[in-house]
Nanobody, 126 residues
Framework: QVRLVESGGGLVQPGGSLRLSCAVS????????MGWFRQAPGKERNFVAGISVRGNSTYYSDSVKDRFTISRDDAENRVYLQMNSLKPEDTANYYC???????????????????WGQGTQVTVAS
């Protein structure tokens, strides 16, 4: 059983920063491609960032590139999302996701991922 638990969300002013963390249970963390997605009320769940198994490749949506940074700590079984220069449009529930499969789906697709956390709310408002 794989369990993902996000933390670090909250209320922040525009231009501020937050660091999200995702703790992953299990002994096979080092085999997972990890991703962050977000979902605003009434909207689809969208890709934010992803990181490869070895951490040597990272992927970002155009809307967060150069502002957000994804990283992983294999010793701690954690993946992080550093979010800087936050904007009101970044407001959403942020989900951590993991997959060990090599399906045909892109890392940018929700369909690639097998395991999901419950999400952490990020609100950017003055």
């Amino acid at each position: 059983q794989v369990r993902l638990v996000e933390s670090g969300g909250g209320l922040v002013q525009p231009g501020g920063s937050l660091r999200l963390s995702c703790a992953v249970s299990g002994r096979t963390f080092t085999t997972y491609v990890m991703g962050w997605f977000r979902q605003a009320p009434g909207k689809e769940r969208n890709f934010v960032a992803g990181i490869s198994v070895r951490g040597n490749s990272t992927y970002y949506s155009d809307s967060v590139k150069d502002r957000f940074t994804i990283s992983r700590d294999d010793a701690e079984n954690r993946v992080y999302l550093q979010m800087n220069s936050l904007k009101p449009e970044d407001t959403a529930n942020y989900y951590c996701a993991a997959t060990s499969s090599r399906s045909g789906w892109s890392v940018y697709s929700v369909r690639r991922y097998d395991y999901w956390g419950q999400g952490t709310q990020v609100t950017v408002a003055s």
